[in-house]
């Protein structure tokens, strides 16, 4: 029962670190290049039609999820800005901080970090339409289009994950993804949260953004038999005028499928998601896990005393 009533806190890997977030407060622990480890807090405002929103079911899922691109962009920015510099250099940063960001001083952080996802769904929606219409001669009807159309916006999305994964950078990403994984697990479980309980622990998640992808290919699927795939601009048109349809039903699937992961015989309808997050995440090194472990207590520290007197930054 101690387990069912714990608090259920998200998260993201970001470089070099890992960001969890509470219903208070998001904290990200970054590694820097002094070997030393480096918090940024950042307050969760509250707003009040937006806390009316989050209770609604459907709308509910595109509240958070451009919430989270939002508050994650900030924390992303954190992160690639001091990972690899040396401490000493802090200064230097905050001087020239103004002119190598006038994008986000334009703009805001959290703006860019919206703009930038609905930019990347805009892509993986559209480019899959184009190459199924270009299957049509083979497969001319609306059930097979729509199939293809998925199977092209499948294929798109692992192939990808699979290459960015190659890079040096982004692997060390997914491993960090793997560690915040560990360390949700492991407490959701009762472990104390020592490295070697959360290497024990499964580097996958019902709960993650990988499967919440997934399942909006998967979704997309049964939501367009609902729409003509002709003439093609309609169906262009249809696709993005769904996308929010689409985030905000798979965002209920994402939760039912956490809701199910203790029972035998239901649990197999988050394995997808599970099955994609083999890429998405890769077996984290235990300074990695030190990390994830130190960013969720510091989370920890914050929802129950608040900032205190600490600063946005600690090393």
Not at 199 to 226: D, E, K, W
Request: hydrophobic fraction near 45%.
């Amino acid at each position: 029962m101690e387990k069912l009533t714990k608090p259920i806190y998200g998260g993201q890997a970001v470089v070099e670190g890992v960001m969890f977030a509470g219903k208070k407060y998001s904290v990200t622990a970054i590694r820097r290049k002094d070997q030393t480890i480096e918090y940024f807090h950042l307050p969760r405002q509250t707003n009040s039609t937006l806390s009316f929103l989050k209770k609604i079911p459907f709308i509910r899922g595109i509240i958070a999820i451009l919430e989270a691109s939002a508050n994650g962009a900030k924390h992303l920015q954190f992160a690639s800005e001091r990972y690899d510099l040396d401490p000493k250099d802090d200064q230097a940063l905050t001087e020239t901080k103004t002119e190598s960001s006038k994008l986000s001083l334009v703009f805001g952080v959290a703006i860019v970090g919206v703009l930038s996802f609905l930019f990347g769904k805009f892509l993986f929606t559209v480019i899959p339409v184009f190459l199924a219409a270009f299957t049509k001669p083979l497969f001319p009807s609306k059930i097979a289009q729509i199939l293809v159309e998925g199977t092209f916006k499948l294929l798109l999305l692992l192939a990808y994950i699979y290459f960015i994964s190659l890079t040096p950078l982004v692997k060390r990403v997914f491993q960090y993804h793997g560690a915040e994984h560990k360390v949700i697990n492991a407490f959701e479980s009762c472990q104390p949260l020592t490295v070697e309980n959360v290497q024990q622990a499964s580097r996958l998640h019902y709960r993650c953004g990988s499967s919440f992808i997934l399942f909006t290919v998967i979704v997309g699927v049964f939501v367009y038999m609902a729409v003509p795939t002709d003439p093609l601009w309609l169906r262009v048109v249809d696709r993005l005028a769904l996308i929010p349809v689409v985030l905000g039903i798979s965002f209920e699937v994402l939760q039912f499928t956490n809701k199910l992961r203790d029972i035998p015989i239901l649990r197999w309808l988050g394995y997808p998601g599970l099955w994609l997050q083999l890429l998405t995440t890769k077996e984290p090194s235990d300074d990695q896990v030190e990390v994830a472990i130190a960013s969720f207590q510091e989370l920890l520290r914050l929802e129950e005393n608040g900032e205190s007197e600490r600063t946005e930054a600690i090393r």
